[in-house]
């Protein structure tokens, strides 16, 4: 698995999540209207390292950012609820 944040205008964090196809996500992300560049920033992790790795990097978003998450994201966690 991979971490991978989407960056908009000025370097600014509009999304951050994780993935095992980084051009697929891209993709994805593209086709449902999430604007920005999909930059990876780690790699080779278990899927439990990574889930614990974006919740991680989220709540430091929240921190820095009045509570809120990134643009495009939707959850506290990071975690979907399947």
Not at 40 to 58: D, F, Q
Request: hydrophobic share 25%; net charge positive.
């Amino acid at each position: 698995m991979q971490g991978y944040v989407i960056r908009g205008r000025g370097g600014r964090t509009n999304y951050v999540g994780i993935t095992n196809n980084p051009s697929r996500r891209a993709a994805e992300h593209r086709r449902s209207g999430k604007r920005g560049r999909l930059q990876v920033v780690t790699g080779g992790m278990s899927r439990g390292k990574a889930r614990r790795w974006e919740a991680a990097k989220l709540a430091r978003f929240r921190r820095n950012n009045r509570g809120r998450n990134p643009t495009y994201n939707k959850t506290r966690s990071g975690v979907w609820k399947w």
